[in-house]
């Protein structure tokens, strides 16, 4: 990782809710952005993402078959479980389109 943060790979998921819009979500754990204990912010692990989306998340997915045009990467402070809010949980999210083996950030 460019900030140098410990990261764990929690899971990959496949969103469908529109089988025309298929999202990828890649979800990580870094201790290290925990709000009360952590010591780095989103400016100290923006750079992660992109690491994570391309030399992690798309190979993956690749691997499983798939040709993904979006990918969501989310970092979370501890395990949390898709979809239940978890007040706690410090919770970072990017959004990328893929070009080629690239992972280009969408603004949402």
């Given amino acids: 990782m460019p900030s140098r943060a410990v990261v764990d790979v929690l899971e990959i998921l496949q969103d469908a809710t529109d089988p025309d819009d298929v999202v990828f979500r890649a979800r990580y754990v870094m201790p290290a952005i925990a709000r009360d204990a952590g010591e780095l912010s989103y400016e100290d692990v923006a750079e ?9 998340a ?35 999210f990017e959004a990328f389109t893929v070009d080629g083996d690239t992972c280009i950030w969408d603004q949402f």
Avoid: K, N
């Fill in 48 to 56: 992660d993402f992109v690491t994570l989306c391309e030399a992690h």
């Fill in 58 to 92: 798309l190979p993956v997915i690749r691997g499983d078959g798939f040709s993904p045009a979006r990918i969501i990467v989310s970092l979370s402070d501890r395990a949390t479980e898709f979809g239940v809010p978890d007040a706690e949980a410090t919770q970072l």
